[in-house]
C-alpha cells in the first residue's frame, strides 16, 4: 500500500494520505549533477557510510558523487502473458516502473539475465520506461506488460548521488515522501521550505532515498533515521 509521510524535525505518528508540515551495443544517457557540500557541513557526518566517506574529496569541499545514468533494452519471454516475469515493482513514479526486488530462481528476468551483456542485467533499483514501445505512467506500463509473452523493455539505470548535510536546530526538512509499507525507499513527493531546500543541495522532487547515514531497511526506518539523525548522508537515485 503506497503511503505518504513528511518529514518534521522529531517524529510524529506516521499518517495515512498527504501530511502537511511522500544486443550489447546500446546508447547512453548521462547526467552529471554537481553537489556542494552544505556550509554547516562536518566531516563526522559521513562517519556512518563508509561508501560514502571513501567519495568525500580531500578537502572536504565541493562533493560530486555520482554513477551515471545508462539505459538499454532487455528482452523478456514467457511461457504466456499470464506467467509472472519474476520481480516486484513498485509502481509510485508518474512514468516508470521501479524494480523493488529480484525473485530467485528460474524466473524470465533470471533467464534474461544469464544471458545479457554485462552491465545490462536488470537489477533492484531500475526503472521500467517503456513496454513494447508504450511510454506513460506506471499503470499504463503495467497493463502493456501483461499483454504478450514477449515484453520489449526500455530500461533506465538511474542516476546515484549522495548528499551530506547538517540538520540545523529547530528547522523542519520541509520534505514529504511518498513510500510502500514493503519497499525499501523513499520517494520525494515535495519539497516545501525547509533546511533541505535552503542548503542549496541538488535534491528534486522525483529523487530516491536509498539510505539515511548508513541505515537501510523499510521505510518506517529511513523515516525514523530522517526524523532523528542530526548529521544526514543521504544515498538518492534518480531517474
Given at each position: 500500500?503506497?503511503?505518504?509521510?513528511?518529514?518534521?524535525?522529531?517524529?510524529?505518528?506516521?499518517?495515512?494520505?498527504?501530511?502537511?508540515?511522500?544486443?550489447?551495443?546500446?546508447?547512453?544517457?548521462?547526467?552529471?549533477?554537481?553537489?556542494?557540500?552544505?556550509?554547516?557541513?562536518?566531516?563526522?557526518?559521513?562517519?556512518?557510510?563508509?561508501?560514502?566517506?571513501?567519495?568525500?574529496?580531500?578537502?572536504?569541499?565541493?562533493?560530486?558523487?555520482?554513477?551515471?545514468?545508462?539505459?538499454?533494452?532487455?528482452?523478456?519471454?514467457?511461457?504466456?502473458?499470464?506467467?509472472?516475469?519474476?520481480?516486484?515493482?513498485?509502481?509510485?513514479?508518474?512514468?516508470?516502473?521501479?524494480?523493488?526486488?529480484?525473485?530467485?530462481?528460474?524466473?524470465?528476468?533470471?533467464?534474461?539475465?544469464?544471458?545479457?551483456?554485462?552491465?545490462?542485467?536488470?537489477?533492484?533499483?531500475?526503472?521500467?520506461?517503456?513496454?513494447?514501445?508504450?511510454?506513460?505512467?506506471?499503470?499504463?506500463?503495467?497493463?502493456?506488460?501483461?499483454?504478450?509473452?514477449?515484453?520489449?523493455?526500455?530500461?533506465?539505470?538511474?542516476?546515484?548521488?549522495?548528499?551530506?548535510?547538517?540538520r540545523p536546530a529547530g528547522k523542519p526538512m520541509g520534505v514529504q515522501v511518498n513510500y510502500e509499507d514493503t519497499g525499501s525507499t523513499l520517494l520525494i513527493r515535495s519539497i516545501a521550505p525547509g533546511f533541505i531546500k535552503e542548503s542549496g543541495l541538488d535534491?528534486?522532487?522525483?529523487?530516491?532515498?536509498?539510505?539515511?547515514?548508513?541505515?537501510?531497511?523499510?521505510?518506517?526506518?529511513?523515516?525514523?533515521?530522517?526524523?532523528?539523525?542530526?548529521?544526514?548522508?543521504?544515498?538518492?537515485?534518480?531517474?
Amino acid at each position: 500500500t503506497e503511503q505518504s509521510a513528511a518529514v518534521p524535525v522529531r517524529p510524529p505518528a506516521r499518517a495515512r494520505g498527504a501530511m502537511w508540515c511522500s544486443c550489447c551495443a546500446d546508447d547512453q544517457a548521462e547526467e552529471v549533477v554537481e553537489i556542494k557540500l552544505n556550509s554547516a557541513f562536518a566531516a563526522s557526518a559521513v562517519s556512518h557510510d563508509e561508501s560514502a566517506k571513501a567519495l568525500l574529496p580531500r578537502q572536504n569541499a565541493g562533493l560530486i558523487v555520482q554513477s551515471p545514468a545508462t539505459e538499454f533494452t532487455a528482452f523478456i519471454d514467457r511461457d504466456s502473458a499470464d506467467s509472472p516475469f519474476g520481480w516486484t515493482l513498485d509502481l509510485m513514479n508518474e512514468t516508470s516502473m521501479h524494480i523493488h526486488a529480484l525473485r530467485p530462481g528460474q524466473t524470465p528476468i533470471q533467464a534474461y539475465n544469464a544471458r545479457a551483456c554485462p552491465g545490462q542485467e536488470l537489477k533492484e533499483g531500475d526503472h521500467i520506461i517503456a513496454v513494447n514501445g508504450q511510454t506513460g505512467n506506471a499503470k499504463v506500463l503495467s497493463d502493456a506488460m501483461q499483454m504478450y509473452p514477449k515484453a520489449e523493455l526500455r530500461v533506465r539505470r538511474p542516476l546515484r548521488f549522495i548528499c551530506a548535510m547538517m540538520r540545523p536546530a529547530g528547522k523542519p526538512m520541509g520534505v514529504q515522501v511518498n513510500y510502500e509499507d514493503t519497499g525499501s525507499t523513499l520517494l520525494i513527493r515535495s519539497i516545501a521550505p525547509g533546511f533541505i531546500k535552503e542548503s542549496g543541495l541538488d535534491i528534486r522532487v522525483g529523487d530516491r532515498i536509498h539510505s539515511v547515514s548508513g541505515i537501510t531497511g523499510r521505510p518506517a526506518t529511513l523515516l525514523k533515521a530522517l526524523q532523528e539523525e542530526t548529521a544526514l548522508v543521504l544515498v538518492l537515485s534518480r531517474a
